[in-house]
């Protein structure tokens, strides 16, 4: 093996690789609870077949994180009724919007197109660590450099 090509210390690596899981594991219910918030904030409610058709799932897709959801305490559901987020659900909702709003921002301060950041944001927000969205947040509240 070459000199250059070395692997990273192993605990280091896993732990990276944990992070990414655990990331993974919450990206679902970041992105459900801060949809619910917006559809309740503009409509007054937020009903599965909305959720379903946003998401580009099915109905049943839907109904089956929901209820994941209900179990982990972050909406109320109930048949034929909309959904609404409980306390936990809507103080996740604002932490993700808060995240999304941080790298958005800085992918549009770095010259990302409008479209393409929010692309982008959509993904990354869930992955970025709090180190690295507080440095985000401190570039893009900087504002350009004076002369």
Do not use: C, W
């Not at 987020?85 to 941080?102: K, N, P, V, Y």
């Not at 800085?106 to 180190?131: K, P, Q, W």
């Amino acid at each position: 093996m070459p000199q250059s090509r070395r692997l990273r210390d192993a605990g280091r690596q896993a732990a990276n690789f944990d992070r990414i899981r655990q990331a993974h594991q919450t990206e679902m219910a970041e992105d459900y609870v801060e949809l619910i918030s917006d559809l309740i904030a503009v409509n007054g409610e937020a009903r599965a077949v909305d959720l379903a058709e946003r998401f580009g799932v099915s109905h049943a897709t839907v109904n089956k994180t929901l209820a994941r959801l209900q179990r982990d305490g972050l909406v109320i559901s109930r048949p034929y009724r909309s959904v609404f987020l409980t306390g936990d659900g809507e103080a996740m909702a604002d932490e993700s919007r808060r995240r999304h709003r941080i790298v958005l921002e800085f992918l549009r301060a770095i010259g990302v197109s409008a479209a393409t950041a929010e692309s982008d944001a959509e993904g990354m927000e869930h992955h970025v660590s709090d180190e690295t969205l507080a440095v985000m947040e401190a570039l893009t509240q900087k504002g350009p450099a004076k002369s």
